[in-house]
C-alpha cells in the first residue's frame, strides 16, 4: 500500500475540485462528496510533502541510524565509537533493526497524510 501512495503522491492532482452547485441544498450528499473530494485532495498535498521529506531513525540502541526519502533509503550511519568493538552479528541485528524502523516511517506515511484530513480518516475502512 505505501508503494503505491507513495506513487500517487508523486502525481499532480489531474482533476480540480467540483464547482459548487446553486440548485441542490447544503448538508446533502453533493456537499459530502465536495468535502470528501477536498480532503482528499488535501491529503495528496500532504503525501507528497512528506513524501519529499527526509526522515531519519534508528534502532532501538541508537547504534545505526537510516535516512529514508522519496520511499527510498538514502543514508546509513553506524555509530563510529560503537562500530570499532562491533561484532558482524551485532553489526548485523543494528542494521536490520534500523533498515526495519526506515520502512516503517516509509509505511507510515500515508496514516500521517490521513491526519490533515478528518473526513477521510473517518469513511476510510481500518484508519481510524
Do not use: C, I, N, Y
Not at 94 to 99: F, M, V, Y
Request: charged share 25%; no cysteine.
Amino acid at each position: 500500500m505505501a508503494a503505491r501512495a507513495t506513487a500517487w503522491a508523486t502525481r499532480p492532482p489531474a482533476v480540480a475540485d467540483p464547482p459548487p452547485r446553486a440548485d441542490r441544498p447544503s448538508g446533502g450528499p453533493a456537499d459530502v462528496v465536495a468535502e470528501a473530494w477536498r480532503d482528499l485532495r488535501k491529503f495528496q498535498v500532504r503525501l507528497a510533502q512528506l513524501h519529499d521529506t527526509a526522515v531519519t531513525v534508528a534502532d532501538p540502541a541508537d547504534r545505526v541510524s537510516v535516512t529514508v526519502r522519496g520511499g527510498r533509503l538514502v543514508a546509513v550511519t553506524p555509530d563510529p565509537s560503537w562500530t570499532e568493538g562491533a561484532g558482524d552479528v551485532d553489526l548485523a541485528d543494528r542494521l536490520g533493526e534500523a533498515l526495519r524502523a526506515g520502512l516503517a516511517a516509509v509505511d507510515g506515511l500515508p496514516g500521517r497524510a490521513l491526519d490533515a484530513s478528518p473526513l477521510l480518516r473517518g469513511r476510510l475502512p481500518g484508519s481510524s
